[in-house]
């Protein structure tokens, strides 16, 4: 039951529909060759290990694409704050799409986060997780089928602090009308497309009147557009005991930036953790960047030892919106079949496999 649950949310022909539903044509092809160009990112720590893996899966299953690659710099780079290059936002704004892997900030050092410079810059305005039961792999709950979309460009995230006198530092949150609706328009958008009955939007207006105020009364107002769909308010403290009393009580949740960075999290916690949760932020203008939203794992880096099922899986996910479904379809199920034997699993997953051997094991099944 679990494999066709994650089948029909990651591999459905209307996954790509909805990733790409309210954009432009969104790819780079070389017409020569009919490959499709797609920047990656492979990023620090146990990135570049991972990133090789799919680069690997995707030789195997022999996917059209060619991989313009950008790492992160060793320098602040004035135009953009951050140690993320111009030339690499401008890859991803030229080829509309890419694969990112996990990039570390420093915590305190006064850089711009890297994740937040490529979600402004590129006005990556939803994050969209998917959370799924595994199928032959056992949590708390088997049962998990829920989608967690955030928005992703404002709220406490919007990096507006500063200190007011000695000892007294304030941080503003800005929730606008116009994200508000965008990613209330998405979330909507995305459960009538995928068959979905409900939204629950996720907030703490009890008590935050102004902001999260504004945030629900966009939601109710876009609600009203779908009246197939089930539409829903729940507080956020209330939000996470229901979540880890019963998570079938949910099904597609929308919310501001701080609070879908938490439950995103926790919902990933239900089924065994961010290295098996895939993700993809959605922008305007056709652009899509795929990611693994776990850490870099500095202390793993370089041991072959990374599971790289959350980047993969992402990957699937870039291929649904690259409308290349069928080698989507064998790569997901590979990645699943894989997982569900048992026999080649990560040490995460409660294995002794390396890196190199459960990628063989992928490759294998394809």
Partial sequence: MGFHILRRLLGSPNSSRVFSSFNRPFCSADSSSNMIRATLFPGDGIGPEIAEAVKQVFRAAEVPIEWEEHYVG???????????????????????????????????????????????????????????????????????????????????????????????????????????????????????????????????????????????????????????????????????????????????????????????????????????????????????LAEAVHGSAPDIAGKNMANPTALMLSAVSMLHHLELHDKADQIQNAILTTIAEGKHRTADLGGNSTTTDFTKAICDHL
């Avoid at 939601?219 to 557009?225: F, G, L, Q, Y």
């Avoid at 926790?266 to 899509?288: K, Q, R, Y």
């Fill in 74 to 288: 060793d320098q602040i780079d004035p135009r953009t704050q951050s140690f993320l290059t111009w030339e690499s936002l401008e890859s991803v704004r030229r080829n509309r799409v890419g694969l990112k892997g996990p990039m570390a900030t420093p915590i305190g050092k006064g850089h711009r986060s890297l994740n937040l410079t490529l979600r402004k810059e590129l006005n990556l305005y939803a994050n969209v997780r998917p959370c799924n039961s595994l199928p032959g792999y056992k949590t708390r709950y088997d049962d998990v089928n829920l989608i967690t979309i955030r928005e992703n460009t404002e709220g406490e995230y919007s990096g507006l602090e500063h200190q007011v006198v000695r000892g007294v530092v304030e941080s503003l949150k800005i929730i606008t009308r116009q994200a508000s609706l965008r990613v209330a328009e998405y979330a909507f958008h995305y459960a009538k497309t995928n068959g979905r009955e409900r939204v629950s939007a996720i907030h703490k207006a009890n008590i935050m009147q102004k902001t999260d105020g504004l945030f629900l009364k966009c939601c109710r107002e876009v609600a009203e557009k779908y009246p197939e769909i089930t539409y829903e308010e729940v507080v956020i403290d209330n939000c996470c005991m229901m979540l880890v009393k019963n998570p079938a009580l949910f099904d597609v949740l929308v919310m501001p930036n701080l609070y879908g960075d938490i439950i995103s999290d926790l919902c990933a916690g239900l089924i065994g953790g961010l290295g098996l949760t895939p993700s993809c932020n959605i922008g305007e203008g056709g652009i899509a």
